[in-house]
């Protein structure tokens, strides 16, 4: 595979689509401006020749662009005018992410992204081979996966290890179905509220009550709700058939030391997420899915480079039976401790949590049960649902050491469940307020690298023995 | 809790930041200054003007006196063999761990302020976050970014 090559034309196409895309603002103006006067001539050759231009750079940055694998690196050169030369070393490379879109498709050409470890923000972090054909993506992956194996056998065995792939998931249709249906998340919610008001307004004889004076408005009234709560509608419907699309086929692998994501149905990806990276393992359960007994799991990796967010969080399981998330990836993550016993706060917590949503629910509701008489007194019940919701993040909260983990237990919308390897987590901070330390109550906040920030979690008002437990378990000087 | 780490920083800290505090008053007393001048001219009831005066006073003592008294008291750092542990809070106390083998790099800063009473701050960043030392001796400081950055070395973990 030494050989400079080039990518297949179809890149050239591709990246002549994206510039045109970048110039269709200019161009635009250009012919409406230029249509008006007399000189339109002269706007239409403009618009030629940057038509012809976009052309030439097109084809000319094609031409000039080769790669090839030398010496256990990926060399690529390219540039129209300066020549621009980069060689990565396969060792360095941190994952293969190989996109089959639409217009690949169709030539059975894929695009493959290449990530080398992330540290500079800049785009350097990453190489794009446009079009390949399928054949060489998987060359270089093979090739990839081999240098890393070399590196870690014995330099003398050439012989290749037969690369051992297990399928751990599948996303099901059903459960296809009932992700994308509720992924909208508040999407869903605003258009179930709409909907509830919807009916009340048959209940309640809007026009009987404003028969005279007021029909207008309350025919305008309903026309407005039906708009908006069409208009929520299209937009879940749209939302929907975006995640279907783009979840389709979900299939996570374990392919030897990597974990492989591929999904999707027009634009097939494919993530590559070492085994090594990972940082920790999240576990989510959105309110809407709770009561199906579903949960997300979502892995913290400190691949990703700063244009790439996806690559730092990823969604491995998208919906799982949360009895099954141990069974399904206890055999691939060896040690995650997906069973612990939790501790939950102690009671004298609960008026915290309480207080804590209430102290901003009471004061808006009162501003505007006092302003917006007579209905503004619905907003009384802001106060309830806040009572309930941080009824249940008391409830969620909650910590576990396993071993060499920590587990934090905490809900903001969502439920989260971080499970961390000592080793990862980055630093470890314990607080406590005047008042959190008259009811002997202490919070833990623990910090994984993600991507290139900081993720984790944090869990407020635990019993302050266990906050000291917590820490003293990190602490690697034994001085106390 | 546990035992707290040992080390205070500079007392110094204190002068750089009651400094700090009567730069914060002054904008509390132009703003302060302002609102009576109004009250003055508008005839606004004298407990009004008298209780904002009072309020600007409080204001005053509590930034230069009161906050950088109790934060240089509760500040107090540690760097051990295999970890360096950060107290800190006015409020709030927070207290920090951040293991030698988790550091990526150490680097001292030094405003204008800072200069002058031969002070700097150190900052220790990990590989998701960053932790601030602020206002030691400057050869502490430096003593310090050696120290950490030796000991970091030592222990050589993938991240």
């Known amino acids: ?480 | 809790m546990v035992p707290e780490p040992q080390t205070r920083i500079s007392k110094r800290a204190l002068v750089v930041w009651r400094i700090t505090g009567v730069i914060t008053s002054l904008f509390s007393w132009i703003v302060g200054g302002a609102l009576v001048t109004l009250g003055v001219l508008f005839d606004w009831p004298v407990w009004m003007i008298i209780a904002l005066i009072i309020l600007i006073l409080i204001f005053s003592y509590l930034f230069t006196f009161f906050f950088p008294k109790l934060r240089w008291k509760r500040w107090r750092y540690e760097v051990r063999e295999q970890e360096i542990e950060i107290q800190r809070g006015v409020f709030i106390m927070k207290r920090t761990l951040i293991p030698m083998v988790r550091v990526q790099h150490v680097d001292t800063q030094q405003g204008p302020l800072l200069r002058k009473y031969q002070l700097s701050t150190v900052m220790i960043s990990t590989a998701a976050t960053v932790h601030e030392i602020p206002a030691l001796e400057m050869d502490e400081a430096e003593e310090l970014r050696r120290s950490i950055s030796r000991l970091a070395r030592v222990a050589d973990e993938d991240v």
Do not use: C
């Open chain 1, 1 to 480: 595979m030494s050989d400079p090559k080039r990518l297949h034309p179809i890149a050239a196409m591709i990246n002549m689509l994206r510039q045109l895309k970048e110039l269709i603002v200019p161009i635009l103006f250009f012919t409406v401006v230029g249509s008006r006067g007399n000189e339109n001539v002269f706007y239409f050759i403009a618009v030629g020749v940057g038509l012809v231009l976009v052309l030439l750079t097109g084809i000319l940055s094609w031409y000039r662009f080769t790669y090839r694998v030398e010496e256990g690196e990926l060399r690529i050169e390219h540039g129209l005018f300066v020549r621009k030369k980069r060689y990565i070393p396969f060792e360095r490379i941190q994952s293969l992410d190989i996109t089959e879109g639409i217009l690949q498709r169709p030539f059975g050409l894929v695009k493959v992204k290449v990530e080398t470890a992330g540290g500079s923000k800049t785009e350097n972090a990453e190489a794009v081979l446009t079009a390949i054909r399928k054949e060489e993506a998987s060359q270089i992956h093979d090739f990839l996966v081999s240098v890393k194996n070399s590196k870690r056998r014995d330099e003398f065995e050439e012989e290749a290890v037969p690369i051992q792939e297990s399928i751990i998931y599948r996303l099901s249709f059903g459960d296809l179905l009932l992700l994308a249906s509720t992924s909208g998340g508040v999407g869903v919610v605003i258009s179930a509220i709409v909907a509830f008001f919807f009916q009340f307004e048959e209940i309640i004889p809007y026009e009987k009550v404003y028969k005279e004076v007021e029909h207008f408005i309350a025919n305008g009234v309903i026309f407005v709700s039906i708009v908006v709560f069409l208009g929520f509608l299209l937009a879940w419907v749209i939302s929907v058939l975006g995640t279907m699309v783009k979840y389709a086929n979900f299939t996570l692998k374990k392919v030897d030391q990597d974990l492989i994501i591929t999904r999707g149905l027009l634009e097939k990806r494919q993530m590559t997420i070492p085994l090594k990276r990972i940082q920790a393992i999240r576990i989510s359960e959105n309110v809407l899915r709770q009561p199906f007994g579903r949960g997300s799991v979502y892995i913290e990796s400190a691949g990703g480079s700063a244009l790439n967010e996806e690559g730092s969080k990823v969604l491995v399981l998208p919906l799982i039976k949360k009895q099954d998330i141990a069974k399904t990836l206890e055999p691939f993550l060896e040690e995650y401790p997906f069973k612990s016993n939790f501790h939950t706060l102690p009671p004298r917590a609960l008026t915290r949590y309480l207080g804590r949503g209430v102290v901003i629910v009471i004061p808006v509701a009162v501003v505007i049960s006092y302003f917006f008489k007579p209905w503004g007194y619905v907003s009384l019940l802001f106060i309830l649902a806040s009572l309930i919701w941080s009824a249940l993040k008391y409830k969620d909260a909650g910590w576990a050491i396993d071993k060499d983990f920590l587990v934090l237990r905490y809900r903001t919308f969502v439920k989260n469940t971080v499970l961390m390897r000592k080793e990862k987590i980055q630093s470890l901070t314990a607080r406590k307020s005047f008042y959190q330390n008259k009811k002997r109550l202490a919070t833990i906040e623990a910090v994984v690298k993600s991507g290139h920030s900081g993720s984790g979690g944090r869990v407020k008002d635990l019993e302050d023995k266990d906050v000291i437990n917590i820490y003293q378990w990190y602490s690697r000087d034994a001085h106390h």
